[in-house]
């Protein structure tokens, strides 16, 4: 994280401050997941509607594929829920 982008806090009502638009790219979110998403590229449409639908911008497409980067996803599965051939299952993180 750079030091422009440090967080910072409303002390009077305890929350964090957005440091700067599109930040996320700064900060690697792999550490708040407990599911992780995991894509059966066999059953895979290659619609791009997790591509398209991931808030966080984890996920590429990548030689005519879907691919999550891990480091940056932070495991709301809103892509598992999207996907219209529901390909996209779930792990629990750490097993
Ligand atoms: S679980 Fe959430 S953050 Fe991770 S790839 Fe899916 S939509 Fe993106
Ligand atoms: S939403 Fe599902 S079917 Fe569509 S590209 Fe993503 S993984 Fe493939």
């Known amino acids: ?11 009077e ?3 964090p401050i957005m440091p700067a638009n599109a930040s996320a790219k700064y900060n690697k979110t792999s550490s708040w997941r407990l599911w992780k998403p995991i894509i059966d590229h066999s059953k895979c449409i290659k619609c791009k509607t997790c591509f398209a639908y991931c808030p966080h911008g984890a996920i590429s497409w ?25 390909c996209i299952g779930k792990e629990k993180e750490g097993n």
Do not use: H, R, S
């Open 13 to 15: 009502k305890g929350i």
């Open 1 to 11: 994280m750079t030091k422009d982008l440090k967080q910072k806090y409303d002390f």
């Open 62 to 86: 990548i030689n005519g594929k879907p691919k999550i980067d891990y480091t940056f996803c932070k495991g709301c599965l809103i892509c598992a829920e999207v996907c219209p051939v529901k």
